[in-house]
């Protein structure tokens, strides 16, 4: 490659569809010829005859590394082919969730749609539970943007409302502690466990809605048999502990209301008095 272009070989010259050798090579997934294009001037933001820049490309096959490469030399994350598609929607649609959440992190648009209507959590939608390394899926995804109606769309669609994340995080887990009430109250409409606990430290989401301060989401769990004094697995705290100490007087009064032990010690000893 290196050779050819030594000899004048023209870095941007197209196929028959508009296609450039940048294009090929992201494909391929071939990163370091990719960097070598560059370094002789190849256009990151050259698109095919129908709109496909190289982003576009890499984003739909899946190659996370190729795309982190692109962003980080300016490439034009919005960009879309001539049937409205963005880096976002291929991802998306592909089930390539790593790449979803990169571009999201770089301020892609959410809500720009298809020629047919479909943003990018729609079709993120029909690969309902397929997971990143992290564990996360479309669910939880929709949440992290609080898209209340992809949340349902969904739902819908048969995705589990307690599958978690690799740290044990459930999308009730996420909804609590942004303090997404219409989203809490959705997921435990389709039989979310609301004292699923997480792995690393063993926080519910009552323990969440109580540290962050979210009343009306302590009222509803409470509603739905939360258990108020269990505790975490790494310091013992209970939600009453959490409340109390971030200051949230009317969650402490509310769970003292419904029998939470005011007397319970946390692992060094501590109750709440």
Known sequence: MQLLIEHNA???????????ALHLASKKGHLDIMQLLIHYNASVNEASQDGTTVLHVASE???????QWLI?????????????????????????LDIVRLLLKHNASVDLATIDGWTALHL????????TQDGTIALHLALEQSHLYIVQLLIEHNTSVDQAKKNGRTALHLASKKGHLNIVQLLIEHNASVDQATKTDGRTVLHLASEWGHLHIVQL????????????????RTALHLASEWGHLHIVQLLIEHNASVSQANEIGKSIY
């Open 10 to 20: 023209s870095v941007n010259q197209v196929t028959k569809n508009g296609r450039t």
């Open 61 to 67: 096959w899946g190659h996370l590394n190729i795309v």
């Open 72 to 96: 980080e030399n300016n490439t034009s994350v919005d960009l879309a082919t001539k049937d409205d598609k963005t880096a976002l929607h291929l991802a998306a649609e592909r089930g390539h």
């Open 124 to 131: 993120a939608s029909k690969k309902v539970n397929q997971a």
């Open 221 to 236: 769990l409470i509603k739905h048999n939360a258990s108020v004094d269990q505790a975490t697995k790494t310091d013992g």
